[in-house]
Nanobody, 126 residues
Framework: QVQLVESGGRLVQAGDSLRLSCAAS????????MGWFRQPPGEEREFVAG????????DYADSVKGRFTTSRDNAKSTVYLQMNGLKPEDTAVYYC???????????????????WGQGTQVTVSS
């Protein structure tokens, strides 16, 4: 049974930093590209960042480029999202997701990902 478990979300102030973690089990983690998505209140789920199976490349939404960094530790079956310079508009439930690796670019559509975590709430106060 595949499980993705996010952690690290909490209430922070604008300008603060936060690191989210997503621990995977039940799948050969190093064979999977990983994605981070978020869903603000009342809005649709949107792509935040993604990283290839071997950590060799990553991609980011324009809204977080230069502030967020994703990384992975395949030995620990964990992917991370380091978030710096947080803004109130970053408030959302953050999800990690997994898809079997591909040789193309990082996929940014939620429908491209087969497995999802339960999400972790990030709230940024102004």
């Amino acid at each position: 049974q595949v499980q993705l478990v996010e952690s690290g979300g909490r209430l922070v102030q604008a300008g603060d930093s936060l690191r989210l973690s997503c621990a995977a089990s039940g799948l050969p983690f190093s064979n999977y590209d990983m994605g981070w998505f978020r869903q603000p209140p009342g809005e649709e789920r949107e792509f935040v960042a993604g990283i290839h199976w071997n950590g060799g490349s990553a991609d980011y939404a324009d809204s977080v480029k230069g502030r967020f960094t994703t990384s992975r530790d395949n030995a620990k079956s964990t992917v991370y999202l380091q978030m710096n310079g947080l803004k109130p508009e970053d408030t959302a439930v953050y999800y990690c997701a997994a898809r079997f690796f591909s040789w193309g670019g990082i996929r940014s559509s939620p429908t491209d990902y087969a497995y999802w975590g339960q999400g972790t709430q990030v709230t940024v106060s102004s």
